[in-house]
T-cell receptor, first 108, second 113 residues
Framework: GQQVMQIPQYQHVQEGEDFTTYCNSS?????IQWYKQRPGGHPVFLIQ?????EVKKQKRLTFQFGEAKKNSSLHITATQTTDVGTYFC????????FGAGTRLTVKP | DSGVTQTPKHLITATGQRVTLRCSPR?????VYWYQQSLDQGLQFLIQ???????AKGNILERFSAQQFPDLHSELNLSSLELGDSALYFC????????????FGDGTRLSIL
């Protein structure tokens, strides 16, 4: 299946700075899911967005689904060292598509 | 604890050999997915089963095969192993066949010597 493109590949921030990762598709997505994988761990489901223009928040995390349902973003406000890990977007409609992931490192 | 169980946790074998990885999905989940994650790489989708039937196929090599049994557990068979097959293999499960959150197991780390 066609991959969803995710940028950036890496992001290194100072603790307290904000962080954003973007996910883009050339085709309309039925939904978008976000996962977090801590170093040495397994991916953990964070959230699913379904509606056009949808915005959901989980504490310092804000998830958005584009109006055209072709892109999505995850924004973390005031990063903490516990945010370290790789963030993946994914879509599993007709086939399974995972973004390449954005690896976030946070300097204390 | 995701509720998804994968065995074994680690597997070390030689080139040319064959191994079987096992996955028990979360209670109530009918779909099982298999992924390969090489060192510092993303998740490569291999294959999905739903209630015993193959549902979707990704970048799975012909040397690899999988099946889901009536009790819903799944096995991934890797044969004629090559050095490049060394990776972390994840199993995930979900309630439905698509558009469902997936719950991942801890993975099986396969090392080919």
């Amino acid at each position: 299946g066609q991959q969803v493109m995710q940028i950036p590949q890496y992001q290194h921030v100072q603790e307290g700075e904000d962080f954003t990762t973007y996910c883009n598709s050339s085709t309309t997505l039925s939904n978008i899911q976000w996962y977090k994988q801590r170093p040495g761990g397994h991916p953990v489901f964070l959230i699913q967005l379904v509606k056009s223009g949808e915005v959901k928040k989980q504490k310092r995390l804000t998830f958005q689904f584009g109006e055209a349902k072709k892109n999505s973003s995850l924004h973390i406000t005031a990063t903490q060292t516990t945010d370290v890990g790789t963030y993946f977007c994914a879509n599993n409609n007709n086939d399974m598509r995972f973004g390449a992931g954005t690896r976030l490192t946070v300097k204390p | 604890d995701s509720g998804v169980t994968q065995t074994p946790k680690h597997l070390i074998t030689a080139t040319g050999q064959r191994v079987t990885l096992r996955c028990s999905p979360r209670s109530g989940d009918l779909s099982v997915y298999w992924y390969q994650q090489s060192l510092d790489q993303g998740l490569q989708f291999l294959i999905q089963y739903y209630n015993g039937e193959e549902r979707a196929k990704g970048n799975i090599l012909e040397r690899f095969s999988a099946q889901q049994f009536p009790d819903l557990h799944s096995e991934l068979n890797l044969s004629s192993l090559e050095l490049g097959d060394s990776a972390l293999y994840f199993c995930a499960s979900s309630v439905g066949s698509f558009n469902q959150p997936q719950h991942f197991g801890d993975g099986t780390r396969l090392s080919i010597l």
